[in-house]
């Protein structure tokens, strides 16, 4: 098992990941919500190109899925959450 470290210095949004065996890494830096909603949305925007880019799926085809998949969580959450 591995734990993500140094995602970001402090002001420095961007850094990219760095992945350390656990048991080389007891302790952690904690990281902020920012860092983590930043990442997340990279990792995200970079497989989406790739998806696309290869020819996997289409613009419209990821567009449509995004749609479906909020519609699904507004719907598990009881309606709240952003619309």
Same mark, same amino acid.
């Given at each position: 098992m591995s734990v993500v470290t140094g995602l970001t210095p402090p002001g420095a949004l961007g850094?990219?990941?760095k992945e350390e065996p656990m048991s080389e890494s007891p302790e952690r830096e904690p990281v902020s919500l920012e860092d983590l909603v930043y990442s997340n949305m *990279?990792? *995200?925007e970079a497989i989406t190109?790739?998806?696309v880019d290869k020819?996997?799926?289409t613009p419209e085809e990821l567009i449509?899925? *995004?749609k479906t998949v909020?519609?699904?969580q507004h719907?598990?959450?009881g309606g709240v959450g952003i619309s």
């Open positions: 850094t990219p990941l *990279v990792q *995200v190109r790739l998806l020819g996997i799926i449509d899925e *995004v909020h519609a699904e719907k598990k959450a």
